[in-house]
């Protein structure tokens, strides 16, 4: 059974940073795109930004781009979401994903197979 386990969410400035993990196990963690999804109650999860399992290559959403950072250590089976300079439209239930497909599907969250409980990031103005 695999399981997804967020953490590092909390109450920020505007400005600060904060630093997502998402710890899988079940499965061989290495052969996973992982990815990282946002969720507002009664909205759609909007995608963040993703990494593929072998190469390493990412994907950002246009509203992350140069101020957020997906990596990931397969020897921890740990996946990384650094957020700097954040905002307070930054808010929101962040969710880590974990599935076998990186290209045109990567961004949307039905593509993927396993999803955590989701961590709580709040940024005040």
């Known amino acids: 059974q695999v399981q997804l386990v967020e953490s590092g969410g909390g109450l920020v400035q505007a400005g600060d940073s904060l630093s997502l993990s998402c710890a899988v196990s079940?499965?061989?963690?290495?052969?996973?795109?992982m990815a990282w999804f946002r969720r507002t109650p009664g909205e759609e999860r909007k995608f963040i930004a993703a990494?593929?399992?072998?190469?390493?290559?990412?994907h950002y959403a246009d509203s992350v781009k140069g101020r957020f950072t997906i990596s990931r250590d397969n020897a921890k089976n740990t996946v990384y979401l650094q957020m700097n300079r954040l905002k307070p439209e930054d808010t929101d239930v962040y969710y880590c994903f974990a599935g076998f497909d990186f290209g045109a599907n990567t961004y949307y969250s039905g593509t993927y197979d396993y999803w955590g409980q989701g961590t709580q990031v709040t940024v005040s103005s």
């Open positions: 079940g499965r061989t963690f290495s052969t996973f795109t």
């Open positions: 990494i593929s399992w072998g190469s390493g290559n990412t």
